[in-house]
C-alpha cells in the first residue's frame, strides 16, 4: 500500500513541481521497504496454521525447549516446574510468572487447567500467569481468565512468541 502511494505522489509531483516528486515519495518508499523486510523476517498469515500444526506435532521435551528459549530471548530466567498445576517458571526483574503450556491435539482447553494455574498463583506468590496453547479456549476458560492474573496465549499469539521454527539464516556474506 505505502508503495502505490509512493507512485501517486511521485506521479502528483511531477505533474505539479518536477524536482521534489522524489522527495515526496521517498517517505513512503522508505515506509514500503521496512513494511516488506517485516514480513520476509515474520511469519505471515498462511502459516500461522502451519506453525500452530508444527508445534503441536512436536515430542513434548521439544515443544518445551522451544517455549521456554521463546521466554530466555525476552530476558526471562526459565526454571522447570515440580507442580502438576504449571510446567514452567518464570523470573524477570525480581516477579515470578507462572507457564502452562498445552499442545494439546484437541482444539480447546477449558476452564480446569486455568483454575488450578490460578490456585498455584496464589499458593507460591507468583505476580502472574500465562497458558500457552496450541489450540482455541473454551467460553468457560475465556469467561474464567477475566479478572484473574492470567494471560491466554494462543493462535498468532504463539507464533509471534516462538518466532518461525523454520527460518532460514540470512547470509550476506558467504565463506
Avoid at 502528483?12 to 516488506?36: N, S, T
Avoid at 502438576?84 to 491435539?105: H, I, S, V, Y
Wanted: hydrophobic residues 45%; positive net charge; aromatic residues 10%.
Amino acid at each position: 500500500m505505502s508503495a502505490l502511494v509512493a507512485a501517486v505522489l511521485f506521479g502528483m509531483g511531477e505533474l505539479v513541481y518536477p524536482p521534489i516528486a522524489p522527495f515526496v515519495a521517498l517517505p513512503f518508499i522508505g515506509i514500503a521497504g521496512y513494511a516488506g523486510f517485516l514480513q520476509l523476517r515474520g511469519s505471515g498469515h498462511r502459516d500461522v496454521g502451519q506453525q500452530l500444526a508444527a508445534l503441536r506435532d512436536m515430542s513434548w521435551e521439544n515443544f518445551s525447549l522451544v517455549i521456554g528459549e521463546a521466554y530466555r530471548r525476552q530476558g526471562y530466567q526459565v526454571e522447570e516446574a515440580q507442580d502438576k498445576a504449571f510446567d514452567f517458571q518464570l523470573t524477570k526483574n525480581g516477579r515470578r510468572t507462572l507457564l502452562l503450556c498445552r499442545r494439546w491435539k484437541v482444539n480447546q482447553v477449558g476452564a480446569g487447567p486455568l483454575r488450578e494455574l490460578n490456585d498455584a498463583i496464589s499458593r507460591t506468590d507468583a505476580y502472574n500467569g500465562v497458558c500457552v496453547a496450541t489450540g482455541e479456549y473454551s467460553a468457560n476458560a475465556l469467561a474464567y481468565a477475566q479478572g484473574q492474573p492470567v494471560t491466554l496465549l494462543a493462535g498468532r499469539d504463539v507464533v509471534d512468541l516462538v518466532g518461525r521454527l523454520d527460518k532460514p539464516r540470512l547470509r550476506w556474506f558467504s565463506r
